[in-house]
């Protein structure tokens, strides 16, 4: 590891350390308000810390890792919450490992792309560029207390997952494999991904493997690993379904209307044929591709 990555992933234990110590502190506050919004509250503070130690060290990309960060945090909670004892045990512990599963391997694949405090996502240096001087509205706003109530929201069915003594069903074995299966599918794409960006030449794009049947494997997994939550939510608790499911109603959202436009506009600025490739190769969803590459 070099020095300037070794200075980010100081870093980044630094700003997390106190943001998770803050959020503890605040949560504290409100023992007696309901679970949901002192969660809410402890998940806002940490988020404010870290967006203090993003000005301090002029980047953005801090926050990054909080997005994967939070849910194994919140799980960790209930799973160990004394309260919580009267769950049903076998969903619990799967919910437990596979949250764990998808936030170590998405805090993993960041850590090992970043290259330290000199470098920012590149969507974060164009609203730079477009705000001026009101980034740092937009960067606190945008960049960072959005994505935190949209990944708060996402967690949202583990209230009730932690709180139902519901048998573990065939619709929890679904949910196990969809969850399960997203997140393998965002290692494999990542792994591919990673492969690929040793080898590429400029202006090429990765079709092969996963990237054959979809522009975006690894925003389909995202998308359905939140979805597979929403399985676990309804195997617990049908009969509350329209409390925890606009969480993931939210982050789909997210993807199909601002992440993947936005990064294929990008790539058609970019890479010559990638108007052809859009025409082939399904955007999100995994499909046959209309034409091999």
Known sequence: MGSEKLKGVLAQILTYAVATAVAIYTGSFFDDWHLILQILFADIAGTVVIFIFSLIFKNSSL?????????????????????????????????????????????????????????????????????????????????????????????????????????????????????????????????????????????????????????????????SFWWGLVLFGIAAAPEAWYYYIGGAVAITALFVFISVPMIDKRSLERRANYKEIMDSISGIIPWIPKKRF
Request: some cysteine.
């Open 63 to 223: 926050y990054d890792p909080y997005w994967s960060y939070a849910p194994a945090i919140i799980v960790g909670y209930f799973f160990f919450l004394p309260l919580m004892e009267s769950a049903n045990p076998t969903r619990m512990l799967v919910v437990f490992l596979l949250v764990q599963y998808w936030s170590w391997r998405l805090t993993l694949n960041f850590l090992r792309g970043w290259k330290g405090l000199s470098q920012q996502d590149w969507r974060y240096d164009d609203l730079k560029k477009k705000t001026g001087k009101w980034f740092h509205l937009v960067d606190f706003f945008g960049i960072e207390l959005f994505p935190t109530l949209l990944v708060f929201g996402g967690c949202l069915p583990l209230f009730w997952i932690y709180q139902s003594d519901a048998a573990f069903g065939w619709l929890d074995i679904v949910a196990t494999i969809v969850t399960f299966g997203a997140v393998t599918i965002e290692l494999t794409a990542d792994e591919q991904l990673r492969a690929f960006m040793r080898r590429k030449k400029p202006g090429e794009t990765l079709t092969s493997g996963l990237w054959a049947y979809s522009r975006h494997p690894n925003y389909f997994g995202e998308m």
